[in-house]
């Protein structure tokens, strides 16, 4: 009896053996089933955007330049040129970071300036960024010929007017100003404030 149970426990192992084997080649032989998986190349890698700044004064071809993210105010005045021979480069910062959207203005050397004012450069050398702006009611000449297209004789007039009429009561009331029309405020908006006066 002993060789009877055997023969059975074999038998239903090999069974066993069997339809597991089959159920393997079906699964194996069977076509896939859902969508085919695609393997797609990683995404590439966005450029950032360049910087836009604006270089005026004494460089070789002022205007308006598109430079590589990181940098620095050296690299703005060569794609301006270089500096002009009269230019007045130990004032100008040519280590600053740049940033999008700056005026970069490098004086002239030996400018005249009315009333025996000479000018102090502003911290950065000749730079101003629209998140740092010129107080109309307390900013000295210098700080106002550091802005776009105001010079020595322009920055007097508006101290003179404020001088004479009190503190600026809102931007606009630049165009008061003699040498100052729409255009020019336009363009100085970005970068003045009527702030508070002290």
Known sequence: MEGVMKRWIDLALGVLVGVVLSGVAVAVAAPPRG???VLLP???TP???PLVVDVAGAVQHPGVYALPRGSRVRDAIMAAGGFRADAAQEIVNQAARLTDGLWIYVPFRNTPTPYG???TPAPLG???SPEARVNLNT???AELEALPRI???LAQRIIDYRRTHGAFQTVDDLLAVKGIGP???ATLRPYVTVGKTP
């Open 139 to 141: 900013a000295t000449a």
């Open 42 to 44: 990683p995404p590439p």
């Open 151 to 153: 010079g020595p004789a």
């Open 183 to 185: 255009a020019l405020l």
């Open 117 to 119: 004012v000479t000018p």
């Open 126 to 128: 000749t730079m101003i």
């Open 47 to 49: 450029t950032p955007a």
């Open 35 to 37: 969508k085919p998986v």
